[in-house]
């Protein structure tokens, strides 16, 4: 049934269409299992209210009995057995294609949860992001501009390619932490001494609240942080530029004192 209405705009059912990939198979899993609930539970009343009307009490005679219509019984069983099945076999398909990992994604984050921030480290490109709740660092917005903590994005950034797949690597730096991005309709654990190993593919830019979904102490309530998708050219320019801020080039007074010391060393 999910895969069946794919193809259709679905409703959504008070919940999100999923801004990746894997949260749009999510999403047509979810809807399709309701439709088929509303579909289910019409016909359901429909025999209900055929029943209450069709055998209603007329007399005092006993009514016709049909306690061992053998076919009957049989088709009424048999047929929500076939429904559970086919719910079921559609879930397995969907969880596994949300918990596949490419592989080669395109860029690697690891992300660390910790009471009460979060830090991503971007490892293959040298660049790190840290977050506290109380001071709402790197509030990074769509073309790299900042974006208002009120409005677009609470806590730190985490930065990815929109359009592309991204890696991510959760652990925890001391208790149970939740990684919760309602729009990308995903949440997981981190969970101390366990490393959960995700995906993501962000089909639009944007930007994307997320916070922690499990309770972790007294500043749990303020745990939040933001996804930014940027435009694979964006993303590396964000990239080059968080690289230059955390090696900044040595000013022109410094280059010429080191000048300055290597001509005193050479004359020496």
């Not at 984050?109 to 480290?121: L, S």
């Not at 993501?200 to 933001?226: D, E, N, S």
């Not at 996804?227 to 410094?254: C, G, K, T, Y």
Request: glycine fraction near 6%.
């Amino acid at each position: 049934m999910p895969f069946v209405l794919g193809a259709c705009r679905l409703p959504t059912f008070f919940g999100y269409r999923g801004a990746t990939t894997q949260a749009h198979d999510s999403h047509v899993l979810f809807a399709g299992t309701v439709i088929t609930a509303i579909v289910v539970g019409v016909i359901v009343t429909l025999l209900i209210l055929w029943s209450v009307f069709r055998y209603r009490r007329r007399s005092e005679d006993m009514p016709k009995q049909f306690q061992y219509h053998i076919p009957l019984e049989i088709t009424y069983t048999v047929i929500p057995i076939i429904i559970v099945l086919v719910l079921f076999g559609f879930t397995v398909v969907t969880e596994n294609a949300v918990d596949a990992v490419a592989p080669n994604p395109a860029v690697a984050v690891k992300v660390t949860a910790f009471q009460w921030g979060w830090r991503f480290d971007y490892t293959s490109q040298h660049v790190e992001v840290i977050g506290e709740t109380t001071e709402d660092p790197d509030p990074v917005g769509l073309n790299g501009s900042p974006c208002a903590p009120a409005v677009d994005c609470l806590g730190p950034g985490l930065v990815l390619p929109a359009g592309q797949t991204s890696r991510i690597v959760l652990v925890s730096a001391d208790v149970v932490h939740g990684f919760y991005v309602p729009a990308f309709n995903f949440s997981r654990y981190a969970l101390p001494g366990v490393t959960n190993v995700f995906d993501f593919t962000v089909k639009h830019p944007g930007i994307y609240r997320a916070q922690c979904t499990q309770f972790c102490g007294l500043y749990h309530a303020l745990m939040f942080f933001h996804v930014v998708a940027l435009p694979p050219a964006q993303f590396r320019a964000w990239v080059r530029s968080e690289q230059a801020a955390s090696h900044p080039a040595p000013s022109i007074a410094a280059a010429k004192r080191a000048l300055a010391s290597a001509s005193g060393k050479a004359a020496s």
